[in-house]
Protein backbone atom coordinates (compact mmCIF):
# COMPACT_ATOMS: atom_id res chain seq x y z
CA UNK A 1 0.00 0.00 0.00
CA UNK A 2 1.27 3.48 -0.79
CA UNK A 3 0.31 6.89 -1.20
CA UNK A 4 2.63 9.10 -2.90
CA UNK A 5 2.69 12.59 -4.43
CA UNK A 6 2.98 12.20 -8.75
CA UNK A 7 2.10 15.94 -9.50
CA UNK A 8 1.27 19.17 -7.57
CA UNK A 9 -1.24 18.23 -4.88
CA UNK A 10 -1.72 15.00 -6.83
CA UNK A 11 -1.42 11.53 -5.31
CA UNK A 12 -1.57 8.50 -5.98
CA UNK A 13 -2.83 5.19 -3.91
CA UNK A 14 -1.96 2.19 -4.94
CA UNK A 15 -2.76 -1.44 -3.87
CA UNK A 16 -1.27 -4.77 -4.93
CA UNK A 17 -3.96 -7.40 -5.49
CA UNK A 18 -2.74 -11.30 -5.42
CA UNK A 19 -4.03 -14.86 -5.21
CA UNK A 20 -7.29 -14.03 -6.88
CA UNK A 21 -9.09 -14.43 -10.06
CA UNK A 22 -9.33 -10.93 -11.77
CA UNK A 23 -12.96 -10.60 -12.56
CA UNK A 24 -13.15 -14.13 -10.96
CA UNK A 25 -12.30 -15.52 -14.31
CA UNK A 26 -8.95 -14.36 -15.19
CA UNK A 27 -5.88 -15.87 -13.94
CA UNK A 28 -2.86 -12.91 -12.63
CA UNK A 29 0.12 -14.52 -12.40
CA UNK A 30 1.99 -11.66 -11.15
CA UNK A 31 -0.72 -9.70 -9.48
CA UNK A 32 -2.37 -6.18 -9.85
CA UNK A 33 -2.35 -3.10 -8.78
CA UNK A 34 -5.64 -0.99 -7.96
CA UNK A 35 -4.74 2.89 -8.48
CA UNK A 36 -7.06 5.56 -6.98
CA UNK A 37 -5.96 9.28 -7.37
CA UNK A 38 -6.35 12.43 -5.02
CA UNK A 39 -6.77 15.76 -6.53
CA UNK A 40 -6.41 18.56 -3.42
CA UNK A 41 -7.32 21.98 -5.15
CA UNK A 42 -9.44 24.60 -2.62
CA UNK A 43 -11.79 21.61 -3.25
CA UNK A 44 -10.73 17.65 -3.10
CA UNK A 45 -11.39 15.21 -5.22
CA UNK A 46 -10.79 11.26 -5.52
CA UNK A 47 -10.67 9.61 -8.85
CA UNK A 48 -11.96 5.66 -9.15
CA UNK A 49 -11.44 3.81 -5.67
CA UNK A 50 -10.86 0.43 -4.23
CA UNK A 51 -12.51 -2.63 -4.50
CA UNK A 52 -13.20 -4.74 -1.49
CA UNK A 53 -10.59 -7.30 -2.06
CA UNK A 54 -8.67 -6.28 0.81
CA UNK A 55 -10.80 -4.48 3.57
CA UNK A 56 -11.47 -1.07 2.12
CA UNK A 57 -12.61 1.23 2.24
CA UNK A 58 -10.25 1.10 5.78
CA UNK A 59 -7.35 0.52 3.04
CA UNK A 60 -8.16 3.66 1.90
CA UNK A 61 -8.81 5.58 4.77
CA UNK A 62 -5.43 4.54 5.79
CA UNK A 63 -3.74 6.05 2.24
CA UNK A 64 -5.76 9.01 3.23
CA UNK A 65 -4.35 9.60 6.35
CA UNK A 66 -0.58 9.20 5.31
CA UNK A 67 -1.36 12.65 2.89
CA UNK A 68 -3.14 13.82 5.92
CA UNK A 69 -6.73 14.22 4.13
CA UNK A 70 -9.98 13.40 6.17
CA UNK A 71 -12.26 11.53 4.27
CA UNK A 72 -15.07 13.81 5.59
CA UNK A 73 -13.43 16.58 3.48
CA UNK A 74 -13.78 15.11 0.12
CA UNK A 75 -15.77 16.79 -1.67
CA UNK A 76 -16.00 15.08 -5.08
CA UNK A 77 -15.67 11.38 -5.99
CA UNK A 78 -15.01 10.47 -9.98
CA UNK A 79 -16.27 7.52 -11.23
CA UNK A 80 -14.55 7.45 -14.19
CA UNK A 81 -15.90 3.09 -14.84
CA UNK A 82 -18.56 1.91 -12.74
CA UNK A 83 -16.88 -1.79 -12.59
CA UNK A 84 -16.77 -2.72 -8.86
CA UNK A 85 -12.89 -2.71 -9.05
CA UNK A 86 -12.85 1.24 -8.88
CA UNK A 87 -15.79 1.70 -7.08
CA UNK A 88 -17.03 -1.31 -4.59
CA UNK A 89 -16.44 0.76 -2.08
CA UNK A 90 -18.79 3.44 -2.21
CA UNK A 91 -21.37 2.07 -0.01
CA UNK A 92 -18.72 1.76 2.87
CA UNK A 93 -17.50 5.51 2.14
CA UNK A 94 -21.05 7.19 2.35
CA UNK A 95 -21.44 6.01 5.93
CA UNK A 96 -18.43 8.19 6.68
CA UNK A 97 -19.30 11.07 4.22
CA UNK A 98 -22.69 11.35 3.26
CA UNK A 99 -22.17 14.73 1.53
CA UNK A 100 -19.88 13.48 -1.16
CA UNK A 101 -20.99 14.30 -4.96
CA UNK A 102 -20.43 11.78 -7.92
CA UNK A 103 -19.31 13.07 -11.29
CA UNK A 104 -19.93 10.19 -13.61
CA UNK A 105 -21.18 9.68 -17.48
CA UNK A 106 -25.09 8.73 -17.69
CA UNK A 107 -24.39 4.72 -18.07
CA UNK A 108 -22.78 5.03 -14.86
CA UNK A 109 -25.31 6.83 -13.60
CA UNK A 110 -27.76 4.00 -13.79
CA UNK A 111 -24.97 1.34 -13.03
CA UNK A 112 -24.62 3.22 -9.07
CA UNK A 113 -28.33 3.21 -8.83
CA UNK A 114 -28.41 -0.88 -10.03
CA UNK A 115 -24.95 -2.04 -8.08
CA UNK A 116 -25.35 0.18 -5.03
CA UNK A 117 -29.24 1.81 -4.74
CA UNK A 118 -26.81 5.35 -4.97
CA UNK A 119 -29.21 7.73 -6.90
CA UNK A 120 -28.18 10.96 -4.92
CA UNK A 121 -25.62 13.73 -5.21
CA UNK A 122 -24.71 12.72 -9.13
CA UNK A 123 -23.70 15.05 -11.52
CA UNK A 124 -23.46 13.36 -15.23
CA UNK A 125 -20.63 14.72 -17.67
CA UNK A 126 -20.07 14.35 -21.16
CA UNK A 127 -17.41 15.26 -23.48
CA UNK A 128 -15.41 18.63 -22.88
CA UNK A 129 -17.63 18.63 -19.47
CA UNK A 130 -15.31 20.58 -16.49
CA UNK A 131 -15.56 20.85 -13.12
CA UNK A 132 -13.18 23.41 -11.11
CA UNK A 133 -11.35 22.41 -7.72
CA UNK A 134 -9.85 25.69 -7.39
CA UNK A 135 -6.28 26.29 -7.11
CA UNK A 136 -6.02 25.89 -11.10
CA UNK A 137 -7.29 22.28 -11.43
CA UNK A 138 -9.99 22.13 -13.80
CA UNK A 139 -10.72 18.91 -14.87
CA UNK A 140 -12.17 18.20 -17.92
CA UNK A 141 -13.47 14.13 -19.32
CA UNK A 142 -13.56 12.58 -21.94
CA UNK A 143 -15.56 9.73 -23.14
CA UNK A 144 -14.28 6.74 -23.86
CA UNK A 145 -16.97 3.95 -24.11
CA UNK A 146 -15.92 0.13 -24.09
CA UNK A 147 -12.63 0.88 -22.53
CA UNK A 148 -13.92 -1.16 -20.52
CA UNK A 149 -17.45 -0.84 -19.99
CA UNK A 150 -19.99 1.51 -22.18
CA UNK A 151 -19.72 4.33 -18.99
CA UNK A 152 -16.10 4.35 -19.51
CA UNK A 153 -14.75 8.15 -18.97
CA UNK A 154 -10.84 9.60 -18.73
CA UNK A 155 -10.72 12.59 -16.86
CA UNK A 156 -7.72 14.90 -17.10
CA UNK A 157 -6.58 17.73 -14.70
CA UNK A 158 -5.51 20.83 -17.04
CA UNK A 159 -3.11 22.02 -14.27
CA UNK A 160 -0.67 18.84 -14.41
CA UNK A 161 -1.49 17.06 -17.77
CA UNK A 162 -2.45 14.22 -16.23
CA UNK A 163 -4.94 12.19 -17.80
CA UNK A 164 -6.82 9.77 -15.02
CA UNK A 165 -7.88 6.95 -17.90
CA UNK A 166 -8.92 4.46 -15.55
CA UNK A 167 -9.19 0.73 -17.28
CA UNK A 168 -7.29 2.30 -20.14
CA UNK A 169 -3.19 2.40 -20.70
CA UNK A 170 -3.57 -0.32 -17.37
CA UNK A 171 -1.74 -3.16 -16.66
CA UNK A 172 -1.33 -6.38 -14.47
CA UNK A 173 1.67 -6.62 -12.59
CA UNK A 174 2.64 -5.60 -8.74
CA UNK A 175 3.73 -2.56 -8.43
CA UNK A 176 7.41 -1.91 -7.07
CA UNK A 177 9.61 0.55 -5.01
CA UNK A 178 8.26 3.39 -8.02
CA UNK A 179 4.95 3.66 -9.49
CA UNK A 180 6.64 5.72 -12.30
CA UNK A 181 6.95 3.14 -15.81
CA UNK A 182 10.50 5.24 -16.84
CA UNK A 183 12.11 4.25 -13.75
CA UNK A 184 11.49 0.50 -14.42
CA UNK A 185 15.18 -1.18 -15.67
CA UNK A 186 15.08 -2.76 -19.29
CA UNK A 187 14.48 -5.73 -18.04
CA UNK A 188 11.43 -5.14 -15.48
CA UNK A 189 10.08 -3.00 -18.61
CA UNK A 190 9.72 -6.15 -20.50
CA UNK A 191 7.99 -8.31 -17.94
CA UNK A 192 5.75 -5.45 -18.08
CA UNK A 193 4.73 -5.25 -21.29
CA UNK A 194 3.90 -9.06 -21.02
CA UNK A 195 1.55 -7.99 -18.48
CA UNK A 196 0.50 -4.82 -20.05
CA UNK A 197 -0.77 -7.67 -23.30
CA UNK A 198 -2.02 -10.04 -20.92
CA UNK A 199 -4.45 -7.16 -18.91
CA UNK A 200 -5.16 -6.25 -22.51
CA UNK A 201 -6.13 -9.02 -24.30
CA UNK A 202 -7.97 -10.89 -21.47
CA UNK A 203 -10.32 -7.67 -20.27
CA UNK A 204 -10.30 -5.03 -23.21
CA UNK A 205 -9.56 -7.44 -26.14
CA UNK A 206 -13.07 -7.40 -27.59
CA UNK A 207 -13.52 -4.00 -27.63
CA UNK A 208 -10.37 -3.32 -29.35
CA UNK A 209 -12.01 -1.09 -31.98
CA UNK A 210 -12.83 1.00 -29.20
CA UNK A 211 -9.53 0.90 -27.19
CA UNK A 212 -7.99 2.12 -30.88
CA UNK A 213 -10.85 4.73 -31.07
CA UNK A 214 -9.65 5.87 -27.04
CA UNK A 215 -6.25 6.10 -28.06
CA UNK A 216 -6.80 8.90 -30.98
CA UNK A 217 -9.26 10.64 -28.76
CA UNK A 218 -6.89 10.81 -26.33
CA UNK A 219 -3.95 11.63 -28.60
CA UNK A 220 -5.65 15.20 -29.23
CA UNK A 221 -5.61 16.26 -25.58
CA UNK A 222 -3.10 18.07 -23.70
CA UNK A 223 -1.66 15.06 -21.96
CA UNK A 224 1.90 15.27 -20.32
CA UNK A 225 1.39 12.12 -18.10
CA UNK A 226 -1.13 9.61 -17.73
CA UNK A 227 -2.18 7.60 -14.44
CA UNK A 228 -3.84 4.54 -15.27
CA UNK A 229 -6.53 2.95 -12.52
CA UNK A 230 -3.78 -0.28 -13.27
CA UNK A 231 -0.39 -0.51 -13.45
CA UNK A 232 2.37 2.14 -13.80
CA UNK A 233 2.30 5.92 -14.53
CA UNK A 234 3.46 6.85 -17.90
CA UNK A 235 5.24 10.37 -17.86
CA UNK A 236 6.06 9.72 -21.89
CA UNK A 237 2.11 8.85 -22.54
CA UNK A 238 3.24 8.42 -26.42
CA UNK A 239 4.74 5.33 -25.04
CA UNK A 240 1.58 3.48 -23.58
CA UNK A 241 -0.68 5.20 -26.43
CA UNK A 242 1.74 3.82 -29.44
CA UNK A 243 1.38 0.16 -26.98
CA UNK A 244 -2.05 0.41 -26.86
CA UNK A 245 -2.39 1.15 -30.74
CA UNK A 246 -0.66 -1.59 -31.69
CA UNK A 247 -1.99 -3.91 -29.26
CA UNK A 248 -5.32 -2.93 -30.25
CA UNK A 249 -4.63 -3.87 -34.45
CA UNK A 250 -3.18 -7.26 -33.54
CA UNK A 251 -6.83 -8.34 -32.50
CA UNK A 252 -7.77 -7.97 -36.58
CA UNK A 253 -3.92 -9.42 -37.27
CA UNK A 254 -1.64 -9.74 -38.67
CA UNK A 255 0.02 -9.22 -34.74
CA UNK A 256 3.91 -10.35 -34.57
CA UNK A 257 5.75 -13.03 -36.62
CA UNK A 258 5.50 -15.30 -33.46
CA UNK A 259 3.67 -18.71 -33.47
CA UNK A 260 1.37 -20.27 -30.56
CA UNK A 261 1.32 -23.76 -30.36
CA UNK A 262 -1.39 -24.91 -28.03
CA UNK A 263 -1.92 -28.67 -27.11
CA UNK A 264 -3.68 -30.96 -25.00
CA UNK A 265 -3.56 -35.06 -25.13
CA UNK A 266 -5.32 -38.14 -23.28
CA UNK A 267 -3.51 -40.74 -23.29
CA UNK A 268 0.04 -39.50 -24.84
CA UNK A 269 -0.87 -40.10 -28.87
CA UNK A 270 -1.08 -36.54 -29.66
CA UNK A 271 1.82 -35.68 -27.10
CA UNK A 272 3.80 -37.85 -29.83
CA UNK A 273 3.20 -35.75 -32.44
CA UNK A 274 3.18 -32.43 -30.58
CA UNK A 275 7.27 -33.24 -29.36
CA UNK A 276 7.89 -33.83 -33.12
CA UNK A 277 6.41 -30.25 -33.81
CA UNK A 278 8.59 -28.48 -31.56
CA UNK A 279 11.57 -29.82 -33.43
CA UNK A 280 10.52 -28.69 -36.62
CA UNK A 281 9.58 -25.51 -35.13
CA UNK A 282 12.80 -25.09 -33.32
CA UNK A 283 14.74 -25.44 -37.03
CA UNK A 284 12.17 -23.08 -38.50
CA UNK A 285 14.25 -19.72 -36.76
CA UNK A 286 10.61 -18.62 -35.50
CA UNK A 287 9.95 -17.25 -31.65
CA UNK A 288 7.02 -19.54 -30.67
CA UNK A 289 5.26 -20.36 -27.51
CA UNK A 290 3.80 -23.34 -26.20
CA UNK A 291 0.63 -23.91 -23.96
CA UNK A 292 -1.08 -27.21 -23.01
CA UNK A 293 -4.44 -26.94 -22.01
CA UNK A 294 -6.09 -27.44 -19.27
CA UNK A 295 -3.00 -26.97 -17.11
CA UNK A 296 -2.55 -23.50 -18.93
CA UNK A 297 -5.12 -21.07 -18.15
CA UNK A 298 -7.33 -19.63 -21.18
CA UNK A 299 -5.81 -16.08 -20.27
CA UNK A 300 -2.41 -17.30 -20.44
CA UNK A 301 -3.18 -18.79 -23.92
CA UNK A 302 -4.71 -15.92 -24.85
CA UNK A 303 -2.34 -13.78 -24.24
CA UNK A 304 0.28 -15.42 -26.32
CA UNK A 305 -2.16 -15.98 -29.32
CA UNK A 306 -2.74 -12.40 -29.11
CA UNK A 307 0.66 -11.40 -30.86
CA UNK A 308 1.15 -14.03 -32.59
CA UNK A 309 -0.24 -14.75 -36.56
CA UNK A 310 0.46 -18.31 -36.66
CA UNK A 311 -1.53 -20.91 -34.25
CA UNK A 312 -0.93 -24.63 -34.14
CA UNK A 313 -3.79 -26.60 -32.39
CA UNK A 314 -2.82 -30.14 -31.48
CA UNK A 315 -6.11 -32.13 -29.59
CA UNK A 316 -7.44 -35.22 -29.65
CA UNK A 317 -11.35 -36.21 -30.48
CA UNK A 318 -13.16 -36.91 -27.38
CA UNK A 319 -16.09 -38.39 -28.03
CA UNK A 320 -16.82 -37.32 -32.28
CA UNK A 321 -15.95 -33.68 -30.97
CA UNK A 322 -12.84 -32.00 -29.66
CA UNK A 323 -11.10 -32.36 -26.85
CA UNK A 324 -13.16 -30.73 -24.35
CA UNK A 325 -10.37 -28.35 -22.64
CA UNK A 326 -9.27 -27.31 -26.13
CA UNK A 327 -12.25 -26.76 -27.18
CA UNK A 328 -13.52 -24.25 -24.26
CA UNK A 329 -10.21 -22.12 -25.05
CA UNK A 330 -11.01 -21.62 -28.10
CA UNK A 331 -14.65 -20.70 -27.65
CA UNK A 332 -12.80 -18.20 -25.38
CA UNK A 333 -10.22 -17.18 -27.87
CA UNK A 334 -13.40 -16.34 -30.33
CA UNK A 335 -15.06 -14.06 -27.63
CA UNK A 336 -11.74 -12.12 -27.21
CA UNK A 337 -12.17 -11.56 -31.18
CA UNK A 338 -8.78 -12.99 -32.31
CA UNK A 339 -9.25 -12.69 -35.68
CA UNK A 340 -7.63 -13.45 -39.19
CA UNK A 341 -5.34 -15.97 -37.96
CA UNK A 342 -2.94 -18.30 -39.70
CA UNK A 343 -3.76 -22.11 -38.18
CA UNK A 344 -2.21 -25.48 -38.69
CA UNK A 345 -4.12 -28.01 -36.50
CA UNK A 346 -2.96 -31.98 -36.00
CA UNK A 347 -4.46 -34.47 -33.35
CA UNK A 348 -4.93 -38.35 -32.66
CA UNK A 349 -8.23 -40.22 -32.57
CA UNK A 350 -9.34 -43.72 -32.05
CA UNK A 351 -13.00 -44.74 -32.71
CA UNK A 352 -14.05 -41.90 -34.72
CA UNK A 353 -12.58 -38.68 -35.50
CA UNK A 354 -14.34 -35.58 -35.09
CA UNK A 355 -12.24 -32.96 -33.45
CA UNK A 356 -11.13 -30.78 -36.99
CA UNK A 357 -14.36 -31.32 -37.88
CA UNK A 358 -15.64 -28.85 -34.40
CA UNK A 359 -12.75 -26.41 -34.92
CA UNK A 360 -14.29 -25.78 -38.21
CA UNK A 361 -17.14 -25.12 -36.32
CA UNK A 362 -16.21 -23.23 -33.43
CA UNK A 363 -14.22 -20.48 -35.93
CA UNK A 364 -17.53 -20.28 -38.05
CA UNK A 365 -19.63 -20.04 -35.74
CA UNK A 366 -17.58 -16.82 -33.65
CA UNK A 367 -16.56 -15.51 -37.19
CA UNK A 368 -13.19 -15.94 -36.32
CA UNK A 369 -11.81 -15.87 -39.91
CA UNK A 370 -8.96 -18.48 -39.53
CA UNK A 371 -7.38 -19.38 -42.62
CA UNK A 372 -6.07 -23.45 -42.18
CA UNK A 373 -3.75 -25.08 -43.88
CA UNK A 374 -4.93 -29.00 -44.29
CA UNK A 375 -5.32 -30.67 -41.10
CA UNK A 376 -3.59 -34.02 -40.03
CA UNK A 377 -5.93 -36.69 -38.19
CA UNK A 378 -4.10 -39.73 -37.52
CA UNK A 379 -5.70 -43.16 -35.72
CA UNK A 380 -3.58 -43.92 -32.45
CA UNK A 381 -0.22 -42.99 -32.35
CA UNK A 382 1.28 -40.90 -35.49
CA UNK A 383 3.58 -42.77 -37.69
CA UNK A 384 6.04 -41.87 -40.13
CA UNK A 385 3.48 -40.67 -43.47
CA UNK A 386 1.51 -38.34 -40.40
CA UNK A 387 4.72 -36.69 -39.17
CA UNK A 388 6.00 -35.60 -42.56
CA UNK A 389 2.72 -34.76 -43.32
CA UNK A 390 2.57 -32.67 -39.84
CA UNK A 391 6.37 -31.27 -40.87
CA UNK A 392 4.65 -30.30 -44.12
CA UNK A 393 2.33 -28.37 -42.63
CA UNK A 394 4.18 -26.55 -39.98
CA UNK A 395 6.46 -25.36 -42.48
CA UNK A 396 3.72 -23.78 -44.72
CA UNK A 397 2.57 -22.48 -42.05
CA UNK A 398 6.02 -20.77 -40.93
CA UNK A 399 6.22 -19.46 -44.66
CA UNK A 400 2.93 -17.55 -44.31
CA UNK A 401 3.28 -16.10 -40.81
CA UNK A 402 7.14 -15.22 -42.07
CA UNK A 403 5.38 -13.54 -45.81
CA UNK A 404 1.83 -12.02 -44.28
CA UNK A 405 4.64 -10.09 -41.40
CA UNK A 406 7.26 -9.37 -44.27
CA UNK A 407 4.24 -7.72 -46.03
CA UNK A 408 2.94 -5.27 -43.28
CA UNK A 409 6.21 -3.89 -41.88
FE1 LIG B 1 -10.54 -2.17 -13.80
FE2 LIG B 1 -13.12 -2.61 -16.02
O1 LIG B 1 -12.32 -2.46 -14.34
Known amino acids: MNAKSIAEETYVLSMNVEDILFEGAWEIPNGVSINSYIIKGEKTAVIDGFCGWDGAPETLFTL ?39 LCSKKAQDLLAAFYGQTENITCVKDGDTVDLGDGHVLSFTEIPNVHWPDTIATLDTATGTLFSCDAFGGFGKIGSSIFADDLDENELKKYEVDTIRYFSNILGTFSPQAKKAVLKCENLPV ?78 ITSAWTSTGLILAMPTYEFKMFPPMASTLEEMGKKKIQNRKVFSFGSYGWSGGAQKELAEITTRLGMNWDFVEPVEFLGAPGEEELQKIENGIIALVNEVKALCSNNK
Open 224 to 301: KMIAPGHGYIWREPGLIMDAYSKYADYQKGPAKEEITLVWSSMYGMTEKAVQFAVKVLESQNIKFHIHQVPEDSWGTV
Open 64 to 102: LSQININPESIEYLIINHMEPDHSGWIEKFKLINPNFKI
